[in-house]
Every structure is written in structure tokens, then in C-alpha cells.
């Protein structure tokens, strides 16, 4: 989502008003959603594309594990004219991120670490951490850690680690260090951003950046496997995500959606090839980002979160305890830490293990039950799980950068089709 340190230059401008021809509503019933309320949702969904503010979505609603409506819109290709189909390859950047959570709640589970154990246990860098106190003449003055970064840390963004933040010395830093490099290594990363200072003592702050990506190394690290092997082997092969992954195959490149960016003066952009497509071609890049790296369709992802909906199991596969997706899916924050996105406009939430939860419907920007849960990507993807409603909202798109007023909408369009069960 926000923060990716390697989101590119924008070339080829496309006019705005390209658009593919409309489909009809085909909402099917669902359990306690209003059939005509949901169909709502589709001329919503052709005006942000007839506009020019979106390429292209794919919305799908689910209930009770039934899906209630899905649809797709516009061109998967601007340029071609192609119409987005069903089955259409996405980059989900930090939608990576509870995927990953997943891979180190597994190893939880199977009492390889414990919440609470120092991540220099794993990973050697991480014992002699320094923070950043403040900027002098000579530089920075630097400040012993007053405990050590843990497990815990990592997944709820307390760490002290970053995307780089402000361009001050330690965003300097970040941008120097070049984390993201695909030709550098998972392991070869995680050094780099233990030479970095902190930007704050370990659990006194909230900040978003490469935690879920060193957790990726941990995973590694105690599980003896790739990060793309473990997630392979006990994810994706069980919950039969057949196009999730790190790379796209080349057979099934012609699926791979184009990604754009937006802007008021240029309207959508497309991405060049170098980084939309070449960084996803198996051995063009090293770097498994367990923060922001995978692709995935509609319905591998929507099988992912309706595991969660479930409490970790999906048609008698059961990936993670009931428990276990209560701790992810529970607000972690210490007391007096708040998290920090949309611009500030993220009242009534806080976070879990690597997903947002809403912790006040009042103070959010709409519609939601407290306890809901899930994240976005930078792309504008994103998904959220409402257990108290038994509701899966997937929304899937390729525009950058993330315009978070989607979100609104699509939960307004959704919860207002909601009727008693």
C-alpha cells in the first residue's frame, strides 16, 4: 500500500474517456443483501470509469461465504481496448501484507517463536539497534534502543522502522539504502534496514513501512524455507490460490491487468514495462517482499479472506486456529498509539497483526461494524472482512496512487444493500 519505496516514473498518457462497454447488473441473492440495493453499486463503478479515474475494477461482495455480486468494468488494457476479465492477474502490493501475517501465525502456532521474543534471536542485526534522538551540527545523536524490537513489534508497525518518511536524515537514509533493489536478497534487505536508525523507541509509536517485509526473513529464517516456498506449500497449495505468487508466469502474461497512474494534469498514466511488468518475471527480481510483492486474482484472493471470515479454514482445510485470526484481527496498539493513514483520516481504528481493525464505527469515514478488519494496496485494491455481519468485500483495480475515497464508496454501496439475515 502507501509507502512502496520502488513505485515508478509514468510514461504513454491515456485519454480519460476510454471506456469498455457496460455490463448489465447481474446481482445474484444473497444471504440478507437486497439484490436491488446492490445493483447500486454498478453505475457507481462505470461513471469512476467513464470519467477516467479508474482503468478498470472488479467488486465483489460475498455473505455467509455465498457471493452476492461480482462484476467487472472497464479495459484491462487502455490501449488495446481489452475488456477486464474474470480472471485477470493483479498486483495487490500490500494486500502482501496479512498474507504474510499468515506465514508467521502459522510458525506461532507451531511454537517456533513466541509474541514477544527479541527479533535478534533470528536475526543477528537486530541486537545492537540504535534510535534516532535528534539532528545536530555534527549529524545525528543516536540513543541505545530501551528494549529490544520483537515479533509483536513487526506485525502491529511498532517497531521503529519505516518507509523512509520525511526527506530528513533518516529518510535520506532509506533512499540511499535503496531497500527495494531487486537485485538485492530478502536477507541482503534486512541488513540494510538494521543499519538504518529507528525513527522511535520500539513500541512507543505507530509508523507504516518494512516490518511485514522483515518478517518475511523471519519466516525464512525459522521455517528453513524461501518465503515463496512456504507460502506455496502451506497457503496458497491449500487454499488452491492457483495464480498467487511473487512472478507471473509467462503463459499467463496476457492475463496480467496494466497498472496507471492518475493525476489531475495527465489523467491515467500506464506504468512502463520495466516496472510493471519486468520485476514480475521470474529471474528479473530477487527480492521477495513480503510487504508489498505478490500477485493474485479475484478469486484466489477472495479465497484467502473468506479463510479469514471463517477462523482460519476454508472447504475443510483449516490454515490457522480460530484464535490465532482473533489475535491478527484485534486491535494490538499499546495504549495511547494510534496509527496513521489516509491523511490523518483513519479515525475509529486501530491496528492488528499487519491489517487495520475498526475499533469505533462513529469516528471512521462511513459504514462498518466494530471488529471489521482487512487492508489495501497501492494500486487502490483492497478488502475487508466484517465478521459481526458474516460479510467479504473484495475490490480489485490497477490505479495509482490509492484513492482511499473508493474505499467509502464501496462500503456505502455494500452496507446500505445489508438487510437482517
Known sequence: MKGVAWLCALVFVVPAFAQAPRPKAQPQSGPGLSSERLARIVPVMNQLVREGKFPHMSVTVARGGRIAFQQEFGFAD??????LKKDAIYRVFSMTKPVTGVAVMILLEEGRFL???????YIACFKNLQVFDSETGGGMKLVKTDREVTIRDLLRQT?????????DSI????????????????????EKACSIPLRFQPGAKWEYGVSIDILGRLVEVVSGQPLDVFMQKRIFDPLKMVDTGFFVPDEKMGRFASCYSSSPEKGLSRLPPDRAIDRYRAGKNKLLSGGGGLVSTVSDYLRFATMLARGGELDGVRILGPRTIGLMSMNQLPEGVRPAWWGGKNGGNGYGFTMSVTTDVAQTTGYGSVGDFGWDGAA??????????????????????ADLELQVKVKTLVYQALLDE
Open 380 to 401: 487502490s485494491t483492497f478488502f475487508r472482512v466484517d465478521p459481526r455481519e458474516k460479510l467479504v468485500l473484495l475490490v480489485m483495480t490497477q490505479r495509482m496512487p
Open 171 to 190: 529518510g535520506k537514509m532509506y533512499q540511499a539504502r535503496d531497500l527495494f533493489d531487486p537485485n538485492t536478497s530478502l536477507e541482503q534487505m534486512v
Open 115 to 121: 509474541l514477544d521474543d527479541p527479533v535478534s534471536k
Open 78 to 83: 487502455l490501449e488495446k481496448r481489452d475488456p
Open 159 to 167: 517497531s521503529g522502522f519505516s518507509y523512509g518518511g520525511p526527506a
